[in-house]
C-alpha cells in the first residue's frame, strides 16, 4: 500500500516535472520582445534593455530555469512582472476560489449522477432513455453555454441570484453559497451527464452479475442489493470518469468565472496568458499540475478501498 | 467544453465482425437522420456563406447598434451594428474547419501510435500510453490559455494544439481495438499465409477500428467546437473576423439591453455541438444493435416449447413410506420472457414437483431444458423480462407465483434458501466473506454483529473451512473454488431454511472437491432435515443424493417418480436415452487392438 502511494507520488512528481519544463521553454523560446511588450512602445531602448536585466531576461535560458526551480522548490514562484505581486499570493488567494466551484461541482455532479445513474439502471423503461438522452445532451452542451442561459434566465429575468460577484465564505456563508449557486450547476451539467451514463452503465452490468442474484436469495432487500452491494461495484468506473470531470472542470472555470466575474484562478489565467505575464503563467501552470496530480492520487486510493483486487496487489 | 476526454461510452466495445451498413441504417433512425441533416445544411450554409448572407459581416453601421430582429436584420444587429445572420453564416466556416484540423491531427496520431502499439506492442505501448495519460491529466483550456501565450491568437495553431490534447481518445480506442484483433485468428492465419504487415493492418485491423474512430471523431468535433467557441468568448481568439463565441462575448456584453442576442450564437453553438453528439450516439446504438443478437443471454437460449406436443407425465408409483411433510408445491408452472415484438416466449411449460421435508428431489436434464428456470421462478429471481405465466407454487402456505416482492423477500434465505453453480461469479468481489456471511443473518435473524459473526464462524467449521477465522477475513479473489463453493453452502444454511434449491452445486469444481461438496449437501441435508430442489445433469449425483427425480426436456417435466423406481424402470424414450449416455452403465472396453495383438 504504501509502495503503492509512493509510486503514484512518483509519477506525479515527474508529471509536475514534464509540465513545468515544458512550459518555461515554451513561454520563453516563443521569443517576443518581452521587455518591450511590458513597458509599451514609448519606452527607450535604454529602459527595455534595464528593464531586460531586470528580468533575468539576459542570461541563459537553462541558468533561467535552474533558478525558477530551485526557487519554486523553495515556495517562490517569482514576482508578476505586471503587477509586481509575488505569484504565489496571485493563485493562494483565488486558488479558495475555484477549488470551492470546482469541488462544489464535483459533489454535486456526484449526488445528481447517482441518483439518476441508479433511475435508469433499475427503473429501465422510459427514465432510462430519458437519463441516456439527458446525458447525451449535457455532454454536448458547452457548460458556458448552461452558465449563460442560467445567468439570463435566473439572475435577469427573475431576480432570484446576483448575476456577477462572489461572496467570501467568512463574509456570510449563505451569500457565499448563493454567489456560487448558479456557477456550480453551470459547471456541474457536463460532470452529470458523464457520470450518470457511466453509473447507468456499470450498475447495469453490476446488476446482471450472478453474486446479485444470490444476495437476493439471501434475504437481503432490493434496496441493499442496490445500493450497498451493486452500486459498490459500479462505483471505480465511475469515479475514474469523475476525476476526469475534475480536471475537465479546472478548465471550464475558466471560462464560467469570466461569466460570473468571479475573481479566481480562470480569470488570472486569462489575465496572464493575455499579457504574456511568464511568472504567473509558470504559477498557474504549476498549481494545476498539482491540484491534478492530488486528486488523481486520492482517486486511485479511493479506488484501492472500492476494489480490495487493486489494494492487495 | 467541460473536459477534452471522450464521453463516457461513447466508443463501444468493438466487435471483430465490420458491421456493413450500419451507415444505410443509420438513415431510418430518426436522431440520426435529424442530426446528419443538420450538420449537412449547416457545411452547405457555410460554403455558401456569401451568397447566403444578405449583408457584408464586418460592415459596421453606427444607426442600426442593436437593432431588433425583423426588417432590415432578420436576427437583428449586434452591439457594433454587423447584421447578426451574416455573422452566424461566415462563422461557420472557420468554426468547422477549426474542429475537422482538430479531429484530423488526434486521428493522424492517435490512429497512427495506437495502431504501432497495438499490433507491435512492446516497449511502443508502454510509453505511449504513459503520454496519453500525461496528455489527458491535463485540462486542455489551461493549457491552450498558456500556448496562447506563446503562439497568440491562430484558431488553427490553437486547434492543432488541441488536436494533439485529444489524440489519446483515438490512441486509447484504436490500440484496444488492434490488441484485441490481433489475437484473432484470422490475423494469424493471415500472418501465416505470409500476408505483410502493412496488408495485415489496412485490410484485417483498419476495417475493425474504422466504425469506432468515426463516433469518436464526432464526438471529439463536437468538443473541438465548445472549445473554440470557449475561446474566442473569452476574446482570446482571432478578433479580425465573425466567431460564434465572438458573437457570443459582444452578446453578453449587452445582455441588459438586448438579451435575445444571446439566442443566436448560442443556438448556433449548442445545436451543432448537439447534433455531432447526436450523430456519434445514434451510430454507436446502431453498432451495438447489429453486434447485440450474438451475445444473448443464456435463458433465452432454451428452446421454445410451443412445437413440442403436449404428453403426459410418465409417473412411477410412490414407494411406500416416504411421504413427509409438503413443502414444495408447483403446479402447472409455466415461465416465459418477454420479446421485444411484444409477444412471449415460454421456456417452462406445465411443471408440477413436489417436495417434501427432509427429501431431496433431483431435476435432471439436458442444458436449456429449463431446470434452472423452473428453480429461479421458484424463488422468484428469474433475469430481467422473465416471469411466471402460469401455474401455482405452494410454499408453506403461500403462493410463490403471486406473492409481493416484500413477502419473498422476507421468505428468500430464512426459508429457502440457495446455492449456485459458479462459485466464483457468486461471491461479491468488493466485500469480505465475513460480511457476505453475516449480512443475511443479521438481516434475516435480526441478531447483533457479535451473534452473527460467532454464527458464521461456526459454519464455514460446519462446513469443512480449515482456517475459519482467516476465510473470513479473506475476499472472494483470496480462496479456491471449492472454499467459495463451502463458503455459499454455509451461507445457504446460515438461517436454518426449510428449503434449499442448489442448482448444480458441483459443476464448476474439480471430481475431488465435487464429492466433498456432495457428502456436505447431504449431511446438512440431514441435519437441518430440509427439502432440496437438486438442479443436475449427472444421473450421478441423482443417484448418490436424491430421493426422487424428475426429467425435464424442452421446459417440460417427461418422467417423475421416486429416484430408485425410475432407475429400475426408465420408461420415456428421453429418460432411457439419457442413462444410455452414461458411461459407467456401458460395457468396460477392451484393451486397444492393434497389429501385435493375436
Known sequence: MFRFV??????????????????????????????????GQQATEDTVLQKKHELGLDRPLLTRFGDWVSHAAHGNLGDSWFTGQPVSDAISSRLAVTLSLVIGATVVSAVVAVVLGVVAATRRGWADRLVQFLSVLGFAIPGFLVAIGLVTLFAIKIHLFKPTGYVQFGESPTQWLSSIALPVIALS????????????????????????????SRGLSERRVVYKHALRNAAGPALSVLAIQFVGLLGGAVIVEQIFAIPGLGQVAVGATGQGDIPLVMGLVLAIAVIVVVVNLAVDLLQGWLNPKVRVS | MTAVPLPPEAVPGVSAVEHAGVFRRLLKDPTGVVSLAFLVLTVLAGVFAPVLAPHDPDKASAADILAKPGGRYLLGADGSG??????????????????????LVAAAIGVTAGLISGYYGRWFAGAASWVASLLMALPGIVVLLAARAVIGPSLFGAMTIFGILIAPAFYRVVHAAVSGVRQELYVD????????????????????????????????????????????????????????????????????????????????????????????????????????????????????????????????????????????????????????????????????????????????????????????????LLPPGGRIVAGDINFAGVDLARGSEKEMTRLRGARIAYVPQEPMSNLDPSFTIGHQLTEPIR???????????????QLLERVGIPDPPR????????ISGGMAQ?????????????????????????????????????????????????????????????????????????????????????????????????????????????????
Not at chain 2, 442448482?503 to 427439502?531: I, S
Open chain 2, 189 to 380: 492465419a493471415a500472418r501465416v499465409s505470409g500476408l505483410s504487415d502493412a496488408r495485415i493492418i489496412s485490410r484485417h485491423i483498419l476495417t475493425v477500428v474504422r466504425a469506432p474512430a468515426i463516433i469518436l471523431a464526432a464526438n471529439l468535433a463536437g468538443i473541438a467546437i465548445a472549445i473554440e467557441a470557449g475561446l474566442d468568448f473569452l476574446g482570446l481568439g482571432d478578433l479580425s473576423r465573425p466567431t460564434w463565441g465572438g458573437m457570443l462575448n459582444d452578446a453578453f456584453t449587452n445582455i441588459y439591453s438586448a438579451p435575445l442576442q444571446l439566442l443566436w450564437p448560442s443556438l448556433a453553438i449548442g445545436l451543432t455541438c448537439m447534433a455531432l453528439a447526436l450523430l456519434g450516439n445514434a451510430l454507436r446504438d446502431e453498432l451495438e444493435r447489429s453486434g447485440t443478437p450474438k451475445r444473448r443471454r443464456r435463458a433465452k437460449r432454451a428452446p421454445a416449447t410451443v412445437s413440442v406436443q403436449r404428453e403426459p407425465v410418465i409417473t412411477h408409483d410412490e414407494i411406500a413410506g416416504s411421504a413427509g411433510e409438503e413443502l414444495l408445491l408447483v403446479r402447472e408452472l409455466a415461465v416465459g420472457y418477454d420479446q421485444p415484438n411484444g409477444s412471449v416466449q415460454t421456456v417452462v411449460e406445465d411443471v408440477s414437483l413436489t417436495v417434501r421435508r427432509g427429501e431431496v428431489h433431483g431435476l435432471i436434464g439436458e442444458s436449456g431444458s429449463g431446470k434452472t428456470q423452473t428453480a429461479f421462478a421458484i424463488m422468484r
Open chain 2, 82 to 103: 454587423h447584421d447578426i445572420l451574416s455573422r452566424l453564416l461566415y462563422a461557420i466556416r472557420p468554426t468547422l474547419e477549426g474542429a475537422v484540423l482538430a479531429v
Open chain 1, 189 to 216: 451539467v457536463g460532470g452529470i451527464a458523464g457520470v450518470a451514463a457511466q453509473i447507468r452503465g456499470s450498475l447495469l452490468d453490476a446488476l446482471r452479475q450472478d453474486y446479485v442474484r444470490t444476495l437476493r
Open chain 1, 6 to 39: 509512493l509510486r503514484r507520488l512518483g509519477a506525479g512528481v515527474v508529471l509536475v516535472a514534464v509540465l513545468s519544463t515544458l512550459t518555461f521553454l515554451l513561454l520563453y523560446l516563443s521569443g517576443g520582445n518581452i521587455a518591450r511588450r511590458i513597458l
Open chain 2, 471 to 478: 476465510t473470513f477475513a479473506a475476499y472472494p479473489h483470496q
Open chain 2, 486 to 598: 463451502r463458503v455459499l453452502i454455509a451461507g445457504a444454511v446460515s438461517c436454518n431454511p426449510d428449503l434449499l434449491i442448489a442448482d448444480e452445486p458441483t459443476t464448476a469444481l474439480d471430481v475431488t472437491v465435487q464429492a466433498e461438496v456432495l457428502d456436505l449437501l447431504r449431511d446438512l441435508q440431514a441435519e437441518f432435515q430440509m427439502g432440496v430442489l437438486l438442479v443436475t445433469h449427472n444421473f450421478g449425483v441423482v443417484a448418490d443424493l436424491c430421493d426422487r427425480v424428475s426429467v425435464m426436456r424442452a421446459g417440460r417435466i417427461v418422467e417423475t417418480g421416486p429416484v430408485r423406481s425410475v432407475f429400475a424402470d426408465p420408461r420415456h424414450p428421453y429418460t432411457k436415452s439419457l442413462f444410455d449416455a452414461i458411461p459407467e452403465d456401458s460395457q468396460p472396453r477392451g484393451p486397444l487392438l492393434t497389429k501385435e495383438t493375436p
Open chain 2, 443 to 457: 438481516v434475516s435473524l435480526g441478531v447483533g454483529r457479535a451473534e452473527a459473526r460467532a454464527r458464521a464462524l
